[in-house]
């Protein structure tokens, strides 16, 4: 048996044993993953899309889907109530079910696109 031969059974056994291994580096460094997101921008990009789809629909259920100002329930959208270019938030870290942040109300509210842009023109 050849030492490649003998690696690879080796690391055949023991396979397993490898993947928790790495999966437990990876929880304990959670930037390890955010670095290899940022090397790779494709897969990047769809981790950060299905993350904020995610997050989207999540403040919908806990805050209801209906706008606050109009109280329509179509084509609805967050909206940072102190925008993020004027030093608005996201949220404070919390529970697991909330994906790691939480949505008060003092940061979020739920408003129809129509209102949203008024808001954003400043007509609200």
């Known amino acids: 048996m050849t030492k490649q031969e003998a690696d690879a059974a080796y690391y055949a056994r023991h396979r397993e044993h490898r993947k928790a291994v790495a999966r437990a580096y990876r929880v304990a460094h959670p930037e390890y993953r955010k670095g290899w ?50 030093a608005g938030g996201h949220g404070d870290p919390v529970p697991e079910w909330a994906g790691g942040l939480v949505f008060p109300k003092k940061y979020f509210q739920i408003l129809c696109h129509r209102c949203n842009i008024r808001k954003m023109r400043g007509l609200l």
């Not at 997050?55 to 959208?77: A, D, I, N, P, W």
């Open 37 to 86: 997101l940022l090397a790779h921008p494709k897969y990047f990009y769809e981790w950060n899309m299905a993350r904020r789809s995610a997050l989207k629909e999540l403040v919908l259920q806990r805050f209801g889907r209906v706008c606050v100002r109009c109280g329509s329930t179509e084509h609805l959208e967050l909206d940072h109530i102190w925008p993020l270019v004027r």
